[in-house]
Antibody, heavy 124, light 109 residues
Framework: QVQLVQSGAEVKKPGASVKVSCKAS????????MHWVRQAPGQGLEWMGW????????NYAQKFQGRVTMTRDTSISTAYMELSRLRSDDTAVYYC?????????????????WGQGTLVTVSS | EIVMTQSPATLSVSPGERATLSCRAS??????LAWYQQKPGQAPRLLIY???TRATGIPARFSGSGSGTEFTLTISSLQSEDFAVYYC???????????FGPGTKVDIK
């Protein structure tokens, strides 16, 4: 079955960087866009951006531009999200989520499935 | 950025009753709207996409309607496993950004 498995929880100090991985299985990794969404404790969902796993092309939410980098390693069907210059308000659960097939040219960016989430805690 | 609002923030419903959740977009998103269910400690689960199409494996008691700026998620007869937080999400133009509503918590009356 289609599955996304993320790396484990991280604790970081303010100013540091964190890199979260998302390993895909059960489908052709390079055939679908991958998005990242975060959720601060007790809060709602916040979209961060996407990566085209085939080309490596990315699109980031304006809020995160300059601090986020999304990459992939097609040899192991894994996507990565790195967030730099961490602040306390970056404490959140970070999710990867599969979206549309690359060849679809119509809006189709609903997310299914999602990874299990990775808690990133930023604390001094 | 398209701003999504949801109402009410909390909905108290008895098991077996009908629940109606609303979602509004600050500008038209056509039918490019999805609904998710999230339970504590779990990732969101896709319920509806295209405003009204149920995702695979979603029970028929969940239905979505609307287009443009006004959308509704209806749960026809609430089961115990339906008590959760529900989010709407617009994906009308991914280059301009994807946004979620703040969520509606459905709890037991």
């Amino acid at each position: 079955q289609v599955q996304l498995v993320q790396s484990g929880a991280e604790v970081k100090k303010p100013g540091a960087s964190v890199k979260v991985s998302c390993k895909a299985s059960g489908y052709t990794f390079t055939g679908y866009y991958m998005h990242w969404v975060r959720q601060a404790p007790g809060q709602g969902l916040e979209w961060m951006g996407w990566i085209n796993p085939n080309s490596g092309g990315t699109n980031y939410a304006q809020k995160f531009q300059g601090r986020v980098t999304m990459t992939r390693d097609t040899s192991i069907s894994t996507a990565y999200m790195e967030l730099s210059r961490l602040r306390s308000d970056d404490t959140a659960v970070y999710y990867c989520a599969r979206a549309r097939p690359l060849q679809w040219l119509v809006p189709a960016d609903w997310f299914d499935p999602w990874g299990q989430g990775t808690l990133v805690t930023v604390s001094s | 950025e398209i701003v999504m609002t949801q109402s009410p923030a909390t909905l108290s419903v008895s098991p077996g009753e009908r629940a109606t959740l609303s979602c509004r977009a600050s500008q038209s998103v056509s039918s490019n709207l999805a609904w998710y269910q999230q339970k504590p400690g779990q990732a969101p689960r896709l319920l509806i996409y295209g405003a009204s199409t149920r995702a695979t494996g979603i029970p028929a008691r969940f239905s979505g309607s609307g287009s443009g700026t006004e959308f509704t998620l209806t749960i026809s007869s609430l089961q115990s496993e339906d008590f959760a937080v529900y989010y709407c999400q617009q994906y009308n133009n991914w280059l301009l950004g994807i946004t979620f509503g703040p969520g509606t918590k459905v709890d037991i009356k």
